[in-house]
């Protein structure tokens, strides 16, 4: 049964950073690339991060680039998202998701071929 657990969320001024995590379970991490979208009320899903299953190619979306970063950790089956300079339009329920790679430097933006995802966790950037 696969498992996909973020956390990390909370309320946070403007310029503040958070990190999440995603702990996976149920499927063998070194395998799939992860990435990170987020959903604002009343708005689609947007890709914000990808991060390829070697760990060694990461993509942003721009409205992100240059203030967020994502990382993983074989050893704990964890990818993370360390976010900074938050702004108030970053406020969204971010999640994480999995797909299987067999590029082991494969990034991936379309929501579309992500294989699991986390429940989501809420991120709220306001003064």
């Known amino acids: 049964q696969v498992q996909m657990v973020e956390s990390g969320g909370g309320l946070v001024q403007p310029g503040d950073s958070l990190r999440l995590s995603c702990r996976v379970s149920g499927i063998t991490f070194s395998n799939f690339a992860m990435g990170w979208f987020r959903q604002a009320p009343g708005k689609e899903r947007e890709f914000v991060a990808s991060?390829?299953?070697?760990?060694?190619?990461?993509i942003y979306s721009e409205s992100v680039k240059g203030r967020f970063a994502s990382s993983r950790d074989g050893a704990k089956n964890t990818v993370y998202l360390q976010m900074n300079s938050l702004k108030p339009e970053d406020t969204a329920t971010y999640y994480c998701a999995a797909k299987l790679s067999t590029y082991g430097s494969g990034i991936y933006s379309e929501a579309i071929g992500y294989n699991y995802w986390g429940q989501g966790t809420q991120v709220t950037v306001s003064s």
């Open positions: 991060i390829s299953r070697n760990g060694d190619n990461t």
